[in-house]
Structure formats: structure tokens, C-alpha cells
């Protein structure tokens, strides 16, 4: 199956390792990975910061690059649920609309589109899983906290495939980082504050390494680990599927 | 408490409590900055945090008592998209049944309106001294201040409101008005103001003053206020909950009650009433319901009864397409305790009478400039969305206003003007290549660092390491 | 235009277009196997307290062991012969002295452990919220297992007042610690009764 790689700007610029480690996995599970290179980004954060009119640019870009493909598939679930919510082509709205019901974060195409059954990865470590909620909330890669209902978690699903993994459980399963795109700095202090809990909900039970499908809070993560010199790391959940 | 505020945009400086909502007001202080001034606090910051979701948790166990949950959820939902879209007529018929239950009814437009109905009443009956026990819409309405200013005394007689109201405060939550209050500091105020012993914080002694101190008033006051939960178009009645029978105790000690209600809160059927009362109180405080739930038909034997039915800008947001179904709240205060930046900010924070996630969707159609911050204090997380009992998709409004402030004018110009250059770079791969040395394009664009100084980031968190190449790089050199 | 009429008109203007009215009868209401054992523990879980009796007796039995001698006891129940009757016509203001009172509840809610009371079955509007102890008759026969239940059973009585109470007045409003006897009283006992 011929399928197109939706890299995040952000990662492409600041984690190229995540990028590879997704192509690479898709490719082991027998995937003919395309890269559009002239891909930039989602258009997520003009949205969310109130000018979705001004991210028409980003989409008509976004449309004549994926416009080929079986699938579109991303290490992100917040930039997968923007196209999937919000990608509209003035020029072209049939492939727009077709790329939005192809479009899938990563956790969720290995589990629902190849079914993936094994991984054979090795990640002998301590590991937290952060929900970040576009993916969990917007694209139901996992049951959240909120509902009453059977739970389930993509994610936790190809996890526990890894070998010598050991998985954690929080205390807070499923709350936010607080990363929000702008509103990391237009709501500074509450948005560090979150983070901060998050990290010591996964320092309190002794967790190794924080893992999820969205580098972005990962990111947020990682800033505030690091300036407190904790030992605690974060791998995006396409590393550790690639890892051994 | 001793207040310090520096204006021309620096950080608020507050010592003890977030600042009183009638300061927050006249300074114009946005949430960002009241938020900052609440996390000097850390430890604070932390307890509140803490407490709050103590009750979400408390929450989420009577919820998953109930296995059919999803599907009271669902159809609290419909009962109350149908009273939307049939809400003229429920008006009509809920009008008649209560003028033939004997009940007094008035309308009011607006807040002015209503303050002035409710205080005409005060008027005829010559009273200048009355009890009110909690409705969020004299909030709204700024009824206490109107009436003081009137020369009437108000006595709130729920506990917490009558904590912040000694403290000249507003509640910070509509559920829990006195939760960014800590029981040595209650203890302190009660001293001053009820002659507790000093230094005694006992939450039991603390109530038992209130008790005391308030019951005068129930038995002195001729005139009651109270809210209303639901009010039912088939039978004129409406239904007042509590847990502390404070409104009982107000409404049928008085010869006069008057009970104030949005026009949103009217519903079918008395049938109804068993749907939304099995949620409302599971979604607030994880009880199974509150202890009273009053259903008033019915004056009391030789009392008044009046209603004041409020539009105050409902009918506008009923209008708007994307924003009409906030109307469906039932003012539970899940989304409140749920959501993890109302936890770390607290309400006071919101400066608007009704905080939270649904007061950032409700606010902004009262008054966009004023409120235009209120879409923004969210990380679209959609937690409240998930908690909501009648299922208002609150993440997605708070989305969809920000759309609309934005389209309105109410963005700062220096926003718009890097959010342009952002979009242009990333709609021409050309020019995002041509950005020059990484680092240099992505301090330039990258979402997190628009629009702020770049160490809004920096502050608290390290910026992540810049790699030896893009992806983009990589691939070319292995791939093509 | 009055502001009835401006605020039906803005509301008849603003209104979308007419959505279904759900049916509550779809509801798959989780149901108990013992009404009564689970309304005793659920209310045993909120402050108040059930006894289960087989007469009436039970109940001054339980005031003579429970309160003071003397305390100031009245119910609006004609036939409990032990205890004043009040008079309904009794000013409610005079209430406040008033220590435990007896009330007859019509109905009683298993799911949360409320019982319904209507001012015309217990007389004075304000005497549950006023006392200082309340203490409720419940037949046993007439619990009900939830909400749409009880609704059903109410049907289109008129009451003039009526409420759900479901154990003594409480607060948490001071660090979310429980405290009972906010306003009202500080017990509440429900007599289960054949």
C-alpha cells in the first residue's frame, strides 16, 4: 500500500529521529512510504490561535501534496485530527475531503489499518505513557477517563508487544501536559504548571521514560525534565516500536 | 488581604488570595496575568489543584455506578436541544401554568431590567433587608451591588457564598463559591466577622457560627431570593437544589419569594426532571443527588410567589448557530473541576461571574472585547466536553470563538501581523526552505514562539536541541 | 413592545428548527434486586440513617434512647399518639424551637436514597428544613427503584411543594470537609415500616 508521510514542521526540524523512526517502521510492516518534500505543516497553529481563514495557504499546499496516496499517516495526533477536522481546498475540495477520511496517526494505522500483530522491538525500561488528547480525545486512539465505558488504548496495545518493557501506571491517566500550541506562552505560568505535574506524576511512580503519539507535549515534557536535570527522557512510541 | 497592582500590562502582584472580581474589573486584567499572579502560590497553586480534583474523581465514581451513564448523557442532551429549538412555546406554556398556579411572572431583557423588577418588589413591600440563597444569575445580573447600592442589605446564606461575600468577594466557582479558600483563613474572617475564637479553623465549629448567625436572618427577613435548576413547562413548577436547605429556609420562612431564572432553564416535563436530577448532582459533587430537591408549584399559604424570567443576551446566543447549544447547561461545575488550566488558575481568574470552560463560551457573547481572552485560557484538551452531562462540545466552541474574536477584531494587531508572516512561510515550501539556518527559521515561526518574547517559553522549560539536520535533510541524503 | 414580547419574539427568531423530544421510557435504568437494602445503604452513605421497624412503637422508642428527656418533639402524623400533633396552621417561624419532628414521606428513591414528601401529606412547609432532627415514616412498599420511577408515580399531582429529600442538611464549602447540620437538621432518620 502506497502511503504518504505527514511529518509535523516542528518535527521535522527538531526530531528528525522520530521521523525516521516512523518511516522505518512503516516500512518493515511492508508499507511503500512516499515523502512529499514540499510539505511545511498542518495549519494548526494559525487555527487554534483564531485564524483558520489565514491556514487556506497551508491547506491548498497540504491537499496537492497527499493527494496520491492510499493513506496519510503521522507521528501526531493533534496535527492528524487538524487535517481530519479542518482541511478544506478551495481548488480541489474532492481530494481535500478524501485525504481527511484517510488521514491517521500513527498508533492508530498499525492498529486498526495494518493490524499490526508483533513488533519486534526491545526497550528494557520503565515507561510512562503521556494520553495526549487530540489523539486520545479527538481520534479515540484510547478510552478516556471521562467516560463510562470499556476501556481500551491503541497505544498501550502495541506497547505491550515490546519486549522487556514495563508499562506504569499514573496516578493522572489521562491529563493534559498543557503544551496547547500559543498556549504555552500566552498562558506561560499555567501551562508550565501543568507540565510540571505531569512530570512528577511519572517521577512519583518511577518511570524511566515517557512515551506518546504527539512529540509536541513530549516537547513540553522534555523542556521542563531538562531544566530540572531530572534522568527521566521522552521517546515518541515510534522510537521504542523501532527500538532493539 | 493586601492588594498590590502594577498596571501598564506587568504581572499583578497579589498577596494571600486571587484578587476580588470587582478590583479584576476596574483594571481590566486579563486571564493570563491573573493566572500568573495565582501560580506565585506554588503551594496554593497545588492544594487547589488537588481539591478540585478530588471532586472530579468523586465525580467519575457515581458516574461509573450508573452503567447507563452514557445514555442519560444522551438524552439529557436531546431533551435540552429540543427545549431550544421549541423554546418560545415552553415559555408561553410555562407562564401560563405558573399564573394559574397562582404565581406572579415578569420578564426581563436584561440585567438592568431584572435588578429593576426584583427591586421594585423589594419596594412595594417597603423591605430593605432580605436573604438570598445561590443563583448564579444575580451573579451574572450584579444584583448584590445594584441592591446595595439601592440601600438594601443582601444576606447569601449558601455557606460559601456568605463566606465571600464577608471577604467582599465573588465566587470563584459556581458549585463550590469559597473552594480558593483555606480553612485557617475562613477561621480568621469568621473570627472578625462572627466572634469565633481566634485561630480556630474546626470546619465544624466555622459552620455552626454560620449556622447560628444566619438562621436570624431566615427568621427575620420578609423577602427571599433564591435560583432556579430547572423550571417545567407542563406544570408552571420549577425545582431549587440544594444540600444545605438554605433556600427552603430563605423561601419559606419569607412572605415574599422570588426565584430569578435564566430563560434557558425551563424544561418539558416533569418526566424530564428525573433525567437531568439523576446527572446534575453526580456531575457536581459525585452525590447521588443533592439533599433537597424543592419543588415549588405553589405559593405557600398566604405568600407571594414571583418569577423573573431573564433573557440577558440568551435569545443572541440561541441565535448563533455554533454557539446556542452552551445554552443546554445546567451549571454542574464538572467542567470546572475537570479542566486542568481552571485547576491551576482559579476562577477569579476568568473575571466573569461564571468561570470555567463553559464561562469562556458564555462570556464572550455578553461582551466579545472584554472577554475575548476567555476562548484562549484552554488548551482544547476536551475533558469538560467529556464530563458535560447534557454534552455541550465545549473544546470545539472555545475553538470556534476564537475564530470569531479574531474575525471581529478583537486579536492584538501584533498577533495578526506574525500570524500572517507564519501562514505565507508555510503555505510556499519555497520560502520555508529559503528560511535560512534552522534554528533561525524556527525561532521566526515556529507556532510556540509567535507572538511572545521567546522566553515565555524559556522561562520554565529548555528549548529542545537543535539536531544536526532536518528530516527533510536526512531524507534527501537517504532516501532519494 | 413589552419585554415579554421583544424577548419571545428575539427567542422565536433565534430558535433553530424543531429537534425530536427523547423518550425516557428508553432509558436501560440499572436495576436493584433489594430496593430496600440498596436505599438503606445508600443513604446510610450519606449522612443519614435507616431503621427498619415493624411499628410505629419503634419510633418513640428510638426518641427516648436517642434525645434528651424532654426534648421538643412533635409530628404531623394523627395517628403516632406518643409524640404532639402540630397543627398545620401553626406560624412557621414558631418551628425554629422545634427539636425532632415526624414526618410521613410518600415515597422513597432506592438509586440515592431520597424520600419525597408533599406539603400537603406533612403539613408546614418548613418544618423538615427547620428542625433540628428529622425523622421520616416510610412504607416500604413505596420504594421506588430510581428517578423515572418516582416521576412516574408523582404523574401530574399538583402539591403546591413538594421535595426529594435525601439525608440531614450538609456542607463541604470549607475544604470540601462534609458537615452536617448546615441549615436544617443535623439528622435524619428514616423508619422503614411495613
Redesign the interface.
Not at chain 2, 455506578?65 to 412555546?89: C, G, M
Given at each position: 500500500m502506497n502511503v504518504g508521510l505527514f511529518i509535523p514542521c516542528y518535527v521535522n526540524q527538531f526530531y528528525p529521529q522520530v521521523a525516521i523512526a516512523t518511516l522505518q517502521l512503516l516500512e518493515k510492516f511492508n508499507c511503500k512510504v512516499g515523502y512529499p518534500l514540499q510539505q511545511t505543516c498542518c495549519g494548526q497553529p494559525m487555527a487554534n490561535s483564531g485564524y483558520e481563514k489565514l491556514s487556506q495557504g497551508c491547506n491548498e499546499l497540504f491537499t496537492e501534496n497527499f493527494a496520491g496516496f492510499d493513506y496519510i499517516v503521522c507521528p501526531s495526533g493533534s496535527c492528524t485530527l487538524h487535517i481530519k477536522d479542518h482541511l478544506h481546498s478551495h481548488k480541489d475540495e474532492k481530494t481535500a475531503a478524501s485525504i481527511r477520511g484517510k488521514v491517521y496517526e500513527l498508533s492508530e494505522f498499525l492498529v486498526d489499518i495494518l493490524k499490526v500483530e508483533e513488533v519486534n522491538a526491545v526497550f528494557p525500561y520503565r515507561v510512562g505513557v503521556h494520553q495526549s488528547c487530540h489523539g486520545q480525545r479527538g481520534l479515540h486512539t484510547s478510552q478516556m477517563s471521562e467516560l463510562v465505558a470499556a476501556p481500551f488504548s491503541k497505544i498501550n496495545q502495541l506497547l505491550n508487544k515490546v519486549q522487556q518493557i514495563e508499562l506504569v501506571q499514573l496516578n493522572r491517566v489521562d491529563e493534559c501536559c498543557g503544551f496547547g500550541g500559543t498556549f504555552c506562552v500566552a498562558e506561560e505560568a499555567v501551562s508550565a504548571r501543568m507540565g510540571q505535574d505531569r512530570v512528577a506524576d511519572h517521577e512519583k511512580n518511577n518511570v524511566q521514560v515517557i512515551t506518546g503519539g504527539d512529540m509536541s507535549c513530549l516537547m513540553h515534557l522534555e523542556g521542563i525534565l531538562r531544566r530540572k536535570k531530572s534522568n527521566v527522557v521522552v521517546k515518541h512510541i515510534a522510537e521504542i516500536l523501532n527500538a532493539g | 488581604m493586601f492588594i498590590v497592582i502594577r498596571l501598564n500590562h506587568s504581572p499583578l502582584t497579589i498577596h494571600h488570595r486571587p484578587l476580588p472580581i470587582h478590583i479584576i474589573m476596574t483594571h481590566n486584567a486579563t486571564h493570563p496575568q491573573l493566572a500568573t499572579a495565582f501560580n506565585k502560590d506554588e503551594a496554593r497553586v497545588g492544594w487547589h489543584d488537588e481539591t478540585l480534583w478530588w471532586v472530579r474523581q468523586k465525580r467519575d465514581k457515581a458516574a461509573w455506578a450508573l452503567p447507563e451513564w452514557e445514555q442519560l448523557r444522551d438524552t439529557a442532551s436531546a431533551i435540552k436541544q429540543n427545549v431550544l429549538s421549541n423554546l418560545h412555546d415552553y415559555l408561553v406554556q410555562f407562564e401560563q401554568q405558573a399564573l394559574a398556579n397562582g404565581v406572579k411572572v415578569h420578564w426581563a431583557a436584561d440585567a438592568k431590567e431584572h435588578n429593576e423588577i426584583v427591586h421594585s418588589i423589594l419596594q412595594q413591600h417597603n423591605v430593605t433587608q432580605i436573604v438570598k440563597s445561590k443563583s448564579m444569575l444575580t451573579e451574572e445580573c450584579g444584583l448584590n451591588e445594584y441592591l446595595a447600592n439601592n440601600k438594601v442589605e443582601v444576606i447569601d446564606t449558601d455557606l460559601g457564598e456568605r463566606i465571600v461575600q464577608l471577604a467582599n468577594e465573588h465566587p470563584s466557582h459556581i458549585v463550590l463559591p469559597c473552594i480558593h479558600w483555606k480553612k485557617e483563613e475562613i477561621g480568621e474572617l469568621f473570627h472578625q466577622h462572627l466572634n469565633t475564637p481566634e485561630g480556630n479553623a474546626d470546619p465544624k465549629l466555622l459552620t455552626a457560627a454560620a449556622r447560628e448567625h444566619l438562621r436570624e436572618k431566615f427568621l427575620t427577613r420578609k423577602i427571599a431570593i433564591t435560583g432556579v435548576n430547572f423550571a417545567v413547562a407542563e406544570t408552571g413548577e420549577f425545582v431549587v437544589c440544594t444540600n444545605e436547605g438554605n433556600a427552603d429556609m430563605g423561601a419559606h420562612l419569607a412572605d415574599v419569594h422570588i426565584a430569578c431564572m435564566g430563560i434557558e432553564k425551563i424544561i418539558p416535563k416533569r418526566e424530564h426532571l428525573g433525567v437531568l436530577l439523576r446527572l446534575l448532582a453526580r456531575s457536581a459533587t459525585g452525590q447521588p443527588v443533592t439533599t433537597y430537591s424543592s419543588h415549588f408549584q405553589q405559593p405557600n399559604a398566604g405568600q407571594e410567589m414571583h418569577i423573573v424570567l431573564v433573557d440577558n443576551g440568551r435569545s443572541v446566543q440561541l441565535g448563533r448557530e455554533d454557539f446556542r447549544n452552551s445554552l443546554k447547561c445546567i451549571r454542574c461545575g464538572a467542567c470546572f473541576n475537570t479542566c486542568p488550566v481552571y485547576r491551576r488558575s482559579g476562577g477569579h481568574s476568568y473575571h466573569t461571574a461564571i468561570a470555567g470552560p463553559i464561562g469562556s463560551i458564555l462570556a464572550p457573547n455578553l461582551d466579545m472585547k472584554k472577554y475575548a481572552d476567555l476562548p484562549f485560557a484552554s488548551t482544547l484538551c476536551g475533558s469538560c466536553s467529556n464530563v458535560c452531562p447534557v454534552k455541550i462540545d465545549i473544546h470545539n466552541q472555545l475553538y470556534k470563538w476564537r475564530q470569531v474574536l479574531t474575525e471581529e477584531g478583537h486579536s492584538p494587531k501584533s498577533k495578526t501581523v506574525a500570524m500572517k508572516v507564519m501562514a505565507t512561510a508555510l503555505a510556499k515550501p519555497g520560502l520555508f526552505k529559503a528560511g535560512g539556518k534552522m534554528m533561525r527559521w524556527v525561532l521566526k515561526y515556529m507556532p510556540w514562539l509567535v507572538n511572545n518574547k521567546m522566553n515565555a517559553w524559556y522561562k520554565q522549560r529548555e528549548m529542545p536541541a537543535p539536531p544536526e539536520q532536518s528530516f527533510t535533510e536526512w531524507y534527501k541524503k537517504n532516501r532519494t | 413592545m413589552?419585554?415579554?414580547e421583544?424577548?419571545?419574539a428575539?427567542?422565536?427568531?433565534?430558535?433553530?428548527?424543531?429537534?425530536?423530544?427523547?423518550d425516557?421510557n428508553?432509558?436501560?435504568?440499572?436495576q436493584f434486586e433489594n430496593n430496600v437494602a440498596q436505599f438503606t445503604a445508600?443513604l446510610n452513605s450519606?449522612g443519614g440513617l435507616v431503621v427498619n421497624a415493624t411499628h410505629t412503637d419503634a419510633i418513640k422508642e428510638y426518641v427516648k434512647n436517642n434525645f434528651a428527656e424532654g426534648i421538643n418533639g412533635i409530628t404531623t402524623v394523627a395517628k403516632l399518639n406518643d409524640f404532639p400533633l402540630l397543627s398545620t396552621e401553626t406560624e412557621?417561624?414558631l418551628l425554629?424551637n422545634i427539636d425532632v419532628a415526624i414526618l410521613p414521606a410518600k415515597m422513597g428513591?432506592a438509586?440515592?436514597?431520597?424520600v419525597w414528601l408533599t406539603e400537603a401529606e406533612y403539613g408546614i412547609?418548613?418544618l423538615p428544613?427547620?428542625c433540628q432532627h428529622l425523622i421520616v415514616m416510610l412504607q416500604q412498599h413505596t420504594i421506588v427503584q430510581?428517578?423515572?420511577e418516582?416521576?412516574?408515580k408523582?404523574n401530574?399531582e399538583?402539591?403546591?411543594?413538594?421535595?426529594?429529600?435525601?439525608?440531614?442538611?450538609?456542607?463541604?464549602?470549607?475544604?470540601?470537609?462534609l458537615?452536617l447540620?448546615?441549615?436544617?437538621?443535623e439528622s435524619m432518620t428514616v423508619f422503614i415500616l411495613p
Amino acid at each position: 500500500m502506497n502511503v504518504g508521510l505527514f511529518i509535523p514542521c516542528y518535527v521535522n526540524q527538531f526530531y528528525p529521529q522520530v521521523a525516521i523512526a516512523t518511516l522505518q517502521l512503516l516500512e518493515k510492516f511492508n508499507c511503500k512510504v512516499g515523502y512529499p518534500l514540499q510539505q511545511t505543516c498542518c495549519g494548526q497553529p494559525m487555527a487554534n490561535s483564531g485564524y483558520e481563514k489565514l491556514s487556506q495557504g497551508c491547506n491548498e499546499l497540504f491537499t496537492e501534496n497527499f493527494a496520491g496516496f492510499d493513506y496519510i499517516v503521522c507521528p501526531s495526533g493533534s496535527c492528524t485530527l487538524h487535517i481530519k477536522d479542518h482541511l478544506h481546498s478551495h481548488k480541489d475540495e474532492k481530494t481535500a475531503a478524501s485525504i481527511r477520511g484517510k488521514v491517521y496517526e500513527l498508533s492508530e494505522f498499525l492498529v486498526d489499518i495494518l493490524k499490526v500483530e508483533e513488533v519486534n522491538a526491545v526497550f528494557p525500561y520503565r515507561v510512562g505513557v503521556h494520553q495526549s488528547c487530540h489523539g486520545q480525545r479527538g481520534l479515540h486512539t484510547s478510552q478516556m477517563s471521562e467516560l463510562v465505558a470499556a476501556p481500551f488504548s491503541k497505544i498501550n496495545q502495541l506497547l505491550n508487544k515490546v519486549q522487556q518493557i514495563e508499562l506504569v501506571q499514573l496516578n493522572r491517566v489521562d491529563e493534559c501536559c498543557g503544551f496547547g500550541g500559543t498556549f504555552c506562552v500566552a498562558e506561560e505560568a499555567v501551562s508550565a504548571r501543568m507540565g510540571q505535574d505531569r512530570v512528577a506524576d511519572h517521577e512519583k511512580n518511577n518511570v524511566q521514560v515517557i512515551t506518546g503519539g504527539d512529540m509536541s507535549c513530549l516537547m513540553h515534557l522534555e523542556g521542563i525534565l531538562r531544566r530540572k536535570k531530572s534522568n527521566v527522557v521522552v521517546k515518541h512510541i515510534a522510537e521504542i516500536l523501532n527500538a532493539g | 488581604m493586601f492588594i498590590v497592582i502594577r498596571l501598564n500590562h506587568s504581572p499583578l502582584t497579589i498577596h494571600h488570595r486571587p484578587l476580588p472580581i470587582h478590583i479584576i474589573m476596574t483594571h481590566n486584567a486579563t486571564h493570563p496575568q491573573l493566572a500568573t499572579a495565582f501560580n506565585k502560590d506554588e503551594a496554593r497553586v497545588g492544594w487547589h489543584d488537588e481539591t478540585l480534583w478530588w471532586v472530579r474523581q468523586k465525580r467519575d465514581k457515581a458516574a461509573w455506578a450508573l452503567p447507563e451513564w452514557e445514555q442519560l448523557r444522551d438524552t439529557a442532551s436531546a431533551i435540552k436541544q429540543n427545549v431550544l429549538s421549541n423554546l418560545h412555546d415552553y415559555l408561553v406554556q410555562f407562564e401560563q401554568q405558573a399564573l394559574a398556579n397562582g404565581v406572579k411572572v415578569h420578564w426581563a431583557a436584561d440585567a438592568k431590567e431584572h435588578n429593576e423588577i426584583v427591586h421594585s418588589i423589594l419596594q412595594q413591600h417597603n423591605v430593605t433587608q432580605i436573604v438570598k440563597s445561590k443563583s448564579m444569575l444575580t451573579e451574572e445580573c450584579g444584583l448584590n451591588e445594584y441592591l446595595a447600592n439601592n440601600k438594601v442589605e443582601v444576606i447569601d446564606t449558601d455557606l460559601g457564598e456568605r463566606i465571600v461575600q464577608l471577604a467582599n468577594e465573588h465566587p470563584s466557582h459556581i458549585v463550590l463559591p469559597c473552594i480558593h479558600w483555606k480553612k485557617e483563613e475562613i477561621g480568621e474572617l469568621f473570627h472578625q466577622h462572627l466572634n469565633t475564637p481566634e485561630g480556630n479553623a474546626d470546619p465544624k465549629l466555622l459552620t455552626a457560627a454560620a449556622r447560628e448567625h444566619l438562621r436570624e436572618k431566615f427568621l427575620t427577613r420578609k423577602i427571599a431570593i433564591t435560583g432556579v435548576n430547572f423550571a417545567v413547562a407542563e406544570t408552571g413548577e420549577f425545582v431549587v437544589c440544594t444540600n444545605e436547605g438554605n433556600a427552603d429556609m430563605g423561601a419559606h420562612l419569607a412572605d415574599v419569594h422570588i426565584a430569578c431564572m435564566g430563560i434557558e432553564k425551563i424544561i418539558p416535563k416533569r418526566e424530564h426532571l428525573g433525567v437531568l436530577l439523576r446527572l446534575l448532582a453526580r456531575s457536581a459533587t459525585g452525590q447521588p443527588v443533592t439533599t433537597y430537591s424543592s419543588h415549588f408549584q405553589q405559593p405557600n399559604a398566604g405568600q407571594e410567589m414571583h418569577i423573573v424570567l431573564v433573557d440577558n443576551g440568551r435569545s443572541v446566543q440561541l441565535g448563533r448557530e455554533d454557539f446556542r447549544n452552551s445554552l443546554k447547561c445546567i451549571r454542574c461545575g464538572a467542567c470546572f473541576n475537570t479542566c486542568p488550566v481552571y485547576r491551576r488558575s482559579g476562577g477569579h481568574s476568568y473575571h466573569t461571574a461564571i468561570a470555567g470552560p463553559i464561562g469562556s463560551i458564555l462570556a464572550p457573547n455578553l461582551d466579545m472585547k472584554k472577554y475575548a481572552d476567555l476562548p484562549f485560557a484552554s488548551t482544547l484538551c476536551g475533558s469538560c466536553s467529556n464530563v458535560c452531562p447534557v454534552k455541550i462540545d465545549i473544546h470545539n466552541q472555545l475553538y470556534k470563538w476564537r475564530q470569531v474574536l479574531t474575525e471581529e477584531g478583537h486579536s492584538p494587531k501584533s498577533k495578526t501581523v506574525a500570524m500572517k508572516v507564519m501562514a505565507t512561510a508555510l503555505a510556499k515550501p519555497g520560502l520555508f526552505k529559503a528560511g535560512g539556518k534552522m534554528m533561525r527559521w524556527v525561532l521566526k515561526y515556529m507556532p510556540w514562539l509567535v507572538n511572545n518574547k521567546m522566553n515565555a517559553w524559556y522561562k520554565q522549560r529548555e528549548m529542545p536541541a537543535p539536531p544536526e539536520q532536518s528530516f527533510t535533510e536526512w531524507y534527501k541524503k537517504n532516501r532519494t | 413592545m413589552s419585554s415579554k414580547e421583544k424577548i419571545l419574539a428575539a427567542v422565536r427568531a433565534s430558535q433553530p428548527a424543531l429537534q425530536p423530544l427523547p423518550d425516557v421510557n428508553d432509558i436501560a435504568a440499572v436495576q436493584f434486586e433489594n430496593n430496600v437494602a440498596q436505599f438503606t445503604a445508600v443513604l446510610n452513605s450519606i449522612g443519614g440513617l435507616v431503621v427498619n421497624a415493624t411499628h410505629t412503637d419503634a419510633i418513640k422508642e428510638y426518641v427516648k434512647n436517642n434525645f434528651a428527656e424532654g426534648i421538643n418533639g412533635i409530628t404531623t402524623v394523627a395517628k403516632l399518639n406518643d409524640f404532639p400533633l402540630l397543627s398545620t396552621e401553626t406560624e412557621a417561624h414558631l418551628l425554629a424551637n422545634i427539636d425532632v419532628a415526624i414526618l410521613p414521606a410518600k415515597m422513597g428513591v432506592a438509586e440515592n436514597g431520597a424520600v419525597w414528601l408533599t406539603e400537603a401529606e406533612y403539613g408546614i412547609r418548613a418544618l423538615p428544613f427547620i428542625c433540628q432532627h428529622l425523622i421520616v415514616m416510610l412504607q416500604q412498599h413505596t420504594i421506588v427503584q430510581n428517578m423515572h420511577e418516582a416521576y412516574k408515580k408523582i404523574n401530574k399531582e399538583q402539591y403546591g411543594f413538594g421535595v426529594f429529600i435525601a439525608g440531614p442538611s450538609k456542607t463541604a464549602d470549607i475544604e470540601q470537609s462534609l458537615v452536617l447540620g448546615a441549615h436544617g437538621p443535623e439528622s435524619m432518620t428514616v423508619f422503614i415500616l411495613p
